[in-house]
T-cell receptor, first 119, second 116 residues
Framework: EAGVAQSPRYKIIEKRQSVAFWCNPI?????LYWYQQILGQGPKLLIQ????????DSQLPKDRFSAERLKGVDSTLKIQPAKLEDSAVYLC?????????????????FGEGSWLTVV | AQSVTQLGSHVSVSEGALVLLRCNYS??????LFWYVQYPNQGLQLLLK??????LVKGINGFEAEFKKSETSFHLTKPSAHMSDAAEYFC??????????????FGQGTILTVHP
């Protein structure tokens, strides 16, 4: 089974420029997450999708960040304009079920992340 | 709101020694608890999770964790450290219901160093 795919893996941009990250979740997974991981900190949820609808975007800085999940499969996270403090790893994750976590299923799987450096 | 506190941002052990990484959580409803490992330049990999039932959970690579409701803890242990265990470890909590359902809240991470 293919894992969560993300691209690009690494990106360096200047402040005030824009950047977009792409995520392809595990096939059939209804729930998709974008997390931001700043160096030295744990991942923080930016946005959660259920199919193509937003479940939680309470911590997404909507003045500069946007995300979409067209057709309920792939997702794109965009930052415009970027700030220095946006330097982080952006992790995409997916989960198959909508029912409670169980001992044998509904695990959240993470991609390898997209590393952003804003200079 | 749920939260996770990992005691100790860095833990150093000798190869063959006991590994103990501490995690305490706060949740208003019965939690689901997770430990993830992150190797350099990689994403997060699930080590183990507690959902319901037995409070001692065994995971991959010889790790295990015990859910203690009275102490609101979910510490991660491994009897004998291996060099390949060197990585960053994250404890996470998810609610079984409510507005935070299906969402992981992570601790700040603990970097494990293993000395020969």
């Amino acid at each position: 089974e293919a894992g969560v795919a993300q691209s690009p893996r690494y990106k360096i941009i200047e402040k005030r420029q824009s950047v977009a990250f792409w995520c392809n979740p595990i096939s059939g997974h209804a729930t998709l997450y974008w997390y931001q991981q700043i160096l030295g900190q744990g991942p923080k949820l930016l946005i959660q999708f259920q199919n193509n609808g937003v479940v939680d975007d309470s911590q997404l800085p909507k003045d500069r960040f946007s995300a979409e999940r067209l057709k309920g499969v792939d997702s794109t996270l965009k930052i415009q304009p970027a700030k220095l403090e946006d330097s982080a790893v952006y992790l995409c994750a997916s989960r198959g079920g909508t029912k409670p976590f169980t001992s044998s299923g509904n695990t959240i799987y993470f991609g390898e992340g997209s590393w952003l450096t804003v200079v | 709101a749920q939260s996770v506190t990992q005691l100790g941002s860095h833990v150093s052990v000798s190869e063959g020694a006991l590994v103990l990484l501490r995690c305490n959580y706060s949740s208003s409803v019965p939690p689901y608890l997770f430990w993830y490992v992150q190797y350099p330049n990689q994403g997060l990999q699930l080590l183990l999770k507690y959902t319901t039932g037995a409070t001692l959970v065994k995971g991959i690579n010889g790790f295990e964790a015990e859910f203690k409701k009275s102490e609101t803890s979910f510490h991660l242990t491994k009897p004998s450290a291996h060099m390949s265990d060197a990585a960053e470890y994250f404890c996470a909590v998810a609610n079984a219901g409510g507005t935070s359902y299906g969402k992981l809240t992570f601790g700040q991470g603990t970097i494990l160093t293993v000395h020969p």
